[in-house]
T-cell receptor
Framework: KQEVTQIPAALSVPEGENLVLNCSFT??????LQWFRQDPGKGLTSLLL?????REQTSGRLNASLDKSSGRSTLYIAASQPGDSATYLC????????????FGQGTTLQVKP | EPEVTQTPSHQVTQMGQEVILRCVPI?????FYWYRQILGQKVEFLVS????????KSEIFDDQFSVERPDGSNFTLKIRSTKLEDSAMYFC????????????FGDGTRLSIL
């Protein structure tokens, strides 16, 4: 059964710092991995989707990497800003790729001015 | 940019009552999903829907739950007889396709059962 874990649960950094959020999954037979951002009381905003054949995806100051063999993905945020403060979630479909997503518990990021 | 919209944003209901949560997915999307998030817990999959039928449902999605796409735009989740443990944030999502297509989420409906 696929399980997704995100460590740490919370992270606080000063503005301007580069940071890395981690996501690990137990079954490497994934089709893709998706990173989301969740602001308090809001829905999930899709940030990046990495297909299983890809190693990286970039969007602005965000860079997501995927290492299927080790069951890991990282989300790199460059030059963090207070507006980046949110909870970041990663999610993968199960090996059967039925469309549903299995989520990690998220990392809550606070960027201090 | 097109978005998934959900109504109401907050629903308060007495235990045992029926509740219907509404969603308008992105117009050209073909796959639809409901998830829920109990306070402090992970986002959990409930059900996926494609071509006017359920593709997959989780163990949570028992006989008290049903989904419907009554017209070309709305996608609803009905809970027939609510329980205290149904209190959660319910998210609707949609995607253009199933394979390697990102899912786009609405802002959710906070359901509070008294």
């Amino acid at each position: 059964k696929q399980e997704v874990t995100q460590i740490p649960a919370a992270l606080s950094v000063p503005e301007g710092e580069n940071l890395v959020l981690n996501c690990s999954f137990t079954d490497s037979a994934i089709y893709n991995l998706q990173w989301f951002r969740q602001d308090p009381g809001k829905g999930l905003t899709s940030l990046l989707l990495i297909q299983s054949s890809q190693r990286e995806q970039t969007s602005g100051r965000l860079n997501a990497s995927l290492d299927k063999s080790s069951g890991r993905s990282t989300l790199y945020i460059a030059a963090s800003q207070p507006g980046d403060s949110a909870t970041y979630l990663c999610a993968v479909p199960p090996p059967s790729n039925t469309g549903k997503l299995i989520f990690g518990q998220g990392t809550t990021l606070q960027v201090k001015p | 940019e097109p978005e998934v919209t959900q109504t109401p944003s907050h629903q308060v209901t007495q235990m045992g009552q029926e509740v219907i949560l509404r969603c308008v997915p992105i117009s050209n999307h073909l796959y639809f999903y409901w998830y829920r998030q109990i306070l402090g817990q992970k986002v959990e999959f409930l059900v996926s829907f494609y071509n006017n039928e359920i593709s997959e449902k989780s163990e949570i999605f028992d006989d008290q739950f049903s989904v419907e796409r009554p017209d070309g735009s709305n996608f609803t989740l009905k809970i027939r007889s609510t329980k205290l443990e149904d209190s959660a944030m319910y998210f609707c999502a949609s995607s253009e396709g199933r394979d390697n297509q990102p899912q786009h989420f609405g802002d959710g409906t906070r359901l509070s059962i008294l």
